[in-house]
């Protein structure tokens, strides 16, 4: 943040601090000037009345001013409003020490209590207190001048005098101090909000960052899994499969129906599991960060093709896409073939199971940092927070049982990293769902 932003945040934030102790003061003010009745009739007593109805007054105008600074005026006026009520209570000083004793009324005291009550109670600038100390001072002289003794005996008047000037110089040296102090303080807040924000942003990475590892892990633990499953169950599906055939030609299953019905069920069963076996081959035999094995294809094409086979699914839906001129890239035309028709049947399945009205599915295409980078975005119900992260599991499904998998992110996930990149899904819940992955470009 720059200097200049920093001050005028300071400003803005300054402006409300000081109405709020404007009119704190002001409060303050009227009760001690009506208190001040108190003085009167100690030192005063025959002029009890004049000066009462002084205070009245006085305090009645501090009460209209700060009736003014609540308005939306008071707020940009707010500096000088503080000065107009400041010096109300010092030109009734300033006249009752006129109508009274001259340079021997105690009453400028009263005058040095509100020039320090302004630098250490009140918020004001540098200026404004000097402005204050100056103005109290020489209404001070004025109301010497104006009483009949003027400023005689001179040795009191230089003293009081003095006492007044220093106590503006104090009040100054004080406001000078105080406002550095709330300026660094401001300052502060300001560099831990900014360091707040940082911190934020590097704990979202490496938020991002887990959850990623995390996947990976758990890709490579399916990996050691699916490895040791396809060895034991291939021979036995693939015997049995044998067998099945074997037992079909057999002339009793031949001449019973409920028999053959029974084989060929057995039979849809174990192709059934074949393919579970052949899907988990995608994360048997791959290697996490292995550089990309393949040909060079037009992404376009691998595009055409999925929209294509997935014709049937996408009836109703309106396919839009955005692609640069040269889709040139590296890797396994057929694997990402069939991630594009994973993405494009899930949307259409979301869509259509939620009855999603102008159903849209709109894939943008774009290279960054010699990657293509693509996104396949649909306007279905989304997918819901707690499932975002779990999308990508194998075997997690929302679909009713039997009918799906959820072996398609997951395998898709696996053919993503093998081209070294990743495939991440991103979704508001009831609007979008959108899911992105890179793919390096041919050199
Ligand atoms: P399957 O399609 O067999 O369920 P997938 O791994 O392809 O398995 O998908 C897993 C789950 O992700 C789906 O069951 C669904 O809940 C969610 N999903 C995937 N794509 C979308 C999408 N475009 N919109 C909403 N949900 C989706």
């Not at 303050?28 to 025959?46: F, M, R, S």
């Not at 600074?69 to 000065?83: E, K």
């Not at 100390?133 to 003794?149: I, W």
């Amino acid at each position: 943040m720059s200097t200049n932003q920093l001050y005028a945040g300071y400003q803005s934030e300054l402006v409300d601090f000081r109405l709020a102790f404007s009119r704190g003061g002001a409060y303050t003010a009227i009760v001690l000037v009506l208190l001040g009745v108190g003085l009167d009739y100690g030192q005063y007593p025959q002029q009890q009345f004049a000066f009462a109805v002084a205070r009245v007054l006085v305090s009645l105008l501090i009460a209209a001013v700060v009736v003014v600074l609540y308005s939306a005026a008071g707020r940009r006026f707010a500096p000088w409003l503080t000065l107009t009520w400041l010096l109300l209570p010092q030109i009734m000083i300033a006249w009752m020490i006129s109508q009274t004793e001259g340079v021997h009324s105690p009453y400028y005291v009263g005058l040095n209590l509100a020039i320090f009550a302004s630098g250490i109670a009140l918020p004001f600038g540098l200026w404004q207190n000097v402005v204050f100390g100056l103005l109290s001072y020489l209404l001070y002289v004025f109301a010497c001048l104006l009483h009949p003794g003027g400023i005689e005996p001179l040795g009191t008047f230089i003293v009081n005098s003095l006492f007044l000037l220093f106590a503006a110089a104090a009040s100054a040296v004080y406001t000078y101090f105080n406002e550095r102090a709330r300026f660094m303080l401001f300052r502060l807040k300001a560099e831990v909000a900014e360091k707040n924000a940082e911190l934020e942003v590097i704990n979202r990475k490496l938020v991002d960052i887990k959850g990623q590892m995390l996947q990976q892990e758990k890709m490579a633990a399916i990996g050691t899994l699916a490895a040791g499953l396809l060895h034991e169950v291939n021979n036995p599906v693939n015997f049995c499969l044998m067998a099945i055939e074997v037992a079909m030609e057999e002339p009793q299953a031949k001449e019973s129906e409920s028999l053959t019905e029974c084989l060929v069920d057995a039979k849809q069963g174990m192709q059934r599991i074949q393919h579970i076996v052949s899907d988990l081959k995608t994360f048997a035999y791959r290697k996490p960060g292995a550089e990309v094995e393949g040909t060079p294809f037009m992404f376009e094409k691998a595009l055409d093709s999925s929209i294509r086979l997935t014709a049937h699914e996408l009836r109703g839906v309106k396919v839009t896409r955005e692609l640069p001129a040269d889709t040139l890239v590296l890797g396994d035309e057929a694997a990402i073939i069939g991630v594009l028709i994973n993405l494009f049947s899930n949307a259409a399945l979301a869509m259509r199971k939620a009855g999603t009205t102008a159903p849209a599915i709109h894939t943008t295409v774009r290279w960054s940092e010699g990657r293509l980078h693509v996104t396949v975005r649909d306007n279905g119900p989304g997918i819901a927070p707690e499932h975002l992260a779990r999308v990508f599991e194998p075997f997690f499904t929302t679909r009713e049982v039997g009918q799906g998998l959820g072996l398609g992110l997951s395998i898709s996930y696996a053919v993503i990293e093998r081209h070294g990149g990743q495939l991440f899904a991103e979704s508001e819940l009831g609007q979008w769902a959108a899911f992105s992955f890179d793919l390096p470009r041919a050199e």
